[in-house]
């Protein structure tokens, strides 16, 4: 369900609110240039203090409207840490922050997933808002109340399902994103091509993300603690979490290559999820096409990267959370994307085949 901002200036048409209909409470996603402005509106009435979650390199202000405390996390990926839930809580402590105070995550994903964590955890569960301020965080990371950190055994190992206060995506904060930042949003939106979000491309940039935000909405209200139908918000991920496992991600200094972007790795992902389904016939090559298109149409990749070994992708996609033993892959098919369980390994193979780079 979607609005304009209550309260919004009407000369400012571009502010949609989009609502997350959960079965305890529902909240508000807000989207378009300037929406933050609105947090000091949505802290709980009780909060006597804040503590903004965020990171150097984000530069984004908020006002929460209470007196509040500043944390900057340390860039990337090794930030998303149970060490770094531990700083968060005790610089709360020492903030003197109690259960009714509010934390404020500012930042792209490893920011509102490890502080939403941090929230959840802080005297048993602290309200949270999130102001995600990457286009991935906007149209997913930030929605949904999934929060969680890794462990050297895998990623978002640890967690839990804390949803927001309230959701703040602020368009005006992607202005200075980077080139590869952008593309890695895409990636999630060229998922939500394949969810029933169709020509996202004649739209603007703040009905995009509101879109790609009521598709998700709907879903994690359907299935908040993804029982079910939630996986599918998953769609092109099972390979993409293998080539991050892998050593293939962005941020892994021993990679062989300049690595992907989460998104980057999901583009691939959705191309060899199309490949796989239409080898078990579920989709026909139209719809294989439509995928290659999609993708490609974001400049994001449609192949494996070089060195990628079948073998060590195909082990990770078995481990994957979603799996019930044996490789589950979320599948188009006549009645849409839907989790698949056993599938053969020599169609996996198959489908790596087809998406080999050095065809
Ligand atoms: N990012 C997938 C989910 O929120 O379920």
């Known amino acids: 369900m979607s609005g304009s901002v209550p309260g919004a ?32 509106g949505r802290v709980p009435k009780g909060a006597r203090r804040a503590t903004v979650v965020t990171q150097a390199s984000i530069g984004v202000e908020v006002d929460p409207g209470v007196p509040f405390q500043v944390m900057r996390i340390p860039d990337g990926e090794r930030a998303k840490s149970l060490a770094t839930v531990e700083e968060i809580c005790r610089f709360m402590a020492r903030g003197d922050m109690h259960r009714s105070d509010v934390v404020v995550a500012v930042g792209g994903g490893v920011v509102t997933d490890v502080a939403g964590y941090a929230a959840s955890s802080y005297h048993r569960g602290t309200a949270v808002i999130n102001v995600p301020t990457t286009l991935l965080g906007q149209v997913d990371a930030a929605i949904g109340g999934k929060t969680g950190v890794n462990l050297p055994e895998g990623k978002n190992l640890v967690g839990s399902f804390w949803q927001p206060l309230a959701v703040f995506c602020d368009t005006e904060t992607l202005q200075s994103l980077p080139e590869r930042e952008w593309r890695s949003g895409h990636g999630e939106m060229a998922k939500y091509a394949f969810l029933g979000v169709d020509d996202l491309d004649s739209l603007s940039l703040v009905e995009q993300v509101a879109r790609c935000v009521e598709c998700k909405a709907e879903i994690v209200a359907s299935d908040e603690r993804e029982g079910g139908r939630r996986m599918i918000l998953n769609y092109g991920h099972t390979l993409a979490h293998a080539l991050e496992a892998a050593g293939f991600a962005g941020e892994d200094a021993s990679s062989p290559l300049p690595g992907l972007r989460h998104g980057e790795a999901v583009g691939v992902g959705l191309v060899f999820a199309a490949e796989l389904a239409q080898l078990m016939g579920r989709i026909g090559p139209p719809r294989l096409e439509r995928h290659r298109r999609v993708v490609a149409g974001y400049g994001l990749p449609v192949s494996l990267p070089a060195g990628a070994d079948p073998a060590t992708l195909v082990r990770f996609m078995s481990r994957d959370k979603k799996s019930a033993g044996g490789l589950t892959f979320m599948l188009d098919g006549p009645a849409g994307v839907e989790p698949v369980h056993e599938v053969r390994p020599e169609l996996v193979h198959e489908a790596l085949d087809a ?3 050095d065809r």
Do not use: H, M
């Open 9 to 40: 200036d009407p000369g400012v048409p571009e502010q949609i609110c989009v609502r997350v209909e959960l079965a305890t409470r529902g909240y508000e996603v807000l989207v378009g240039p300037g929406v933050r402005s609105e947090i000091a």
């Open 355 to 357: 998406i080999r780079g």
